[in-house]
């Protein structure tokens, strides 16, 4: 039961993120044009924040929920989803139906071929960032808790964060300490909130300040001489050899004493 409420919360996870991204595509300069660019616009964005709250991409509000929402009268509201429809923003699902009372089914066309990708943007080119987000940094987990952060920043709970992203306590736990250590996330009471920077100069310091605290250069230079010795290893030692085993334990003793000569050189005063 358990595990189908993480697939439950998996979707509306995924559901934020494509949504996140269409609204930015809302806000992009000429994508509404004439006399009644404004009111498709608000009309399109209430219809989207609406999706975002309840994490899915058809939904059935009302026309007059709309219009609460966008600020306009309803008869606007009725003609602005029309041409949202044939624009392509929208499909309608589904009609409103007088007699039982329900209303029209709206689907976000988030997957639409006209919008861009316009994710990774500002603060968001974090996101992307393969190094930072590395086992040999922060790691997947803290990759996923700042991505639902960053998309939905209405301010997260921990046991909100394990809901929606399934992971465990302990995992989580430790995510968002290593997020909040490393200033990319600010923690008020017991709610997460994504960090805003003041500018482009200040988000860059923060994230090279991250890399080299965690010596990134260092370990992928460990990685890529462990590699080169994995493949001397395979290329001098066969399983066929008489003296494969010993070559073996001498090969993985030097290994040893390499890796206890660096850490007594790192100690030394």
Known sequence: MQATSHEQYKEIFDANYHLERFKRNIERPGMFTGRTARSDKEVLKALTNIAIELGAYSIHPGERKIAEISGKDCRTVSK??????????????????????????????????????????DDSEILIDRMLWSGYCLGENAQTIYRLIFLNDKGWRKQQIILFTGLKY??????????????????????????????????????????????????????????????????????????????????????RIQKMIRVIRENLP
């Open 80 to 121: 602005a989803l029309k041409r949202l429809t044939k624009q392509g923003w929208i499909t309608n699902k589904w009609d409103a139906d007088p007699v039982t009372g329900y209303a029209s089914v709206w689907r976000i066309n988030w997957d639409a071929k006209f919008l861009e990708d316009v994710e990774f943007m």
């Open 170 to 255: 302990k995992a989580t736990t430790t995510a968002l300490n290593l997020l909040v250590e490393s200033k990319l996330v600010e923690k008020n009471n017991r709610t997460y909130y994504i960090r805003i920077f003041e500018s482009e100069i200040e988000r860059k310091d923060i994230i090279e300040g991250i890399k080299e605290l965690w010596d990134i250069n260092k370990k992928m230079e460990e990685k890529i001489i462990k590699h080169e010795w994995d493949r001397v290893k395979i290329q001098n030692l066969t399983k066929f050899s008489s003296r494969y085993k010993e070559d073996r334990r001498n090969a993985f003793n030097m290994i």
